[in-house]
């Protein structure tokens, strides 16, 4: 079965970074888009970025770009979101879904498989 597995969430201090990891198994698809999306207690759901595995072509929200760096592990079957200056509005919980269509972009509603999340805290 096809899943996918955040890690490396966890508590920093405005200005600081973290690593996430998306690990995807389970797929037998020949290429997909990886994307990144966020969402805060009580907010909707908001696309952070997104990645096409064969091409290496990346996106990024208005929100992070120049801060946030989306990158792929084809070996390891594995997409990194890069956060760097990290602000306290970046807080939320952090998925990655995985889209056969390579088309749904920013669009939630477009992707087919979700991971769990992993929470992001960033404190002033």
């Known amino acids: 079965e096809v899943q996918l597995v955040e890690s490396g969430g966890g508590w920093v201090q405005a200005g600081g970074s973290l690593r996430l990891s998306c690990t995807v198994s389970?797929?037998?698809?020949?290429?997909?888009?990886i994307g990144w999306f966020r969402q805060a207690p009580g907010k909707e759901r908001e696309g952070v970025g997104w990645?096409?595995?064969?091409?290496?072509?990346?996106y990024y929200a208005d929100s992070v770009k120049g801060r946030f760096t989306i990158s792929s592990d084809n070996a390891k079957n594995t997409v990194y979101l890069q956060m760097n200056s990290l602000k306290p509005e970046d807080t939320a919980v952090y998925y990655c879904?995985?889209?056969?269509?390579?088309?749904?972009?920013?669009?939630?509603?477009?992707?087919?498989?979700w991971g769990q999340g992993t929470q992001v805290t960033v404190s002033s």
């Open positions: 389970g797929f037998t698809f020949d290429d997909y888009n």
């Open positions: 879904a995985a889209d056969i269509t390579v088309i749904a972009g920013f669009y939630a509603s477009g992707y087919d498989y």
């Open positions: 990645i096409r595995r064969s091409e290496g072509w990346v």
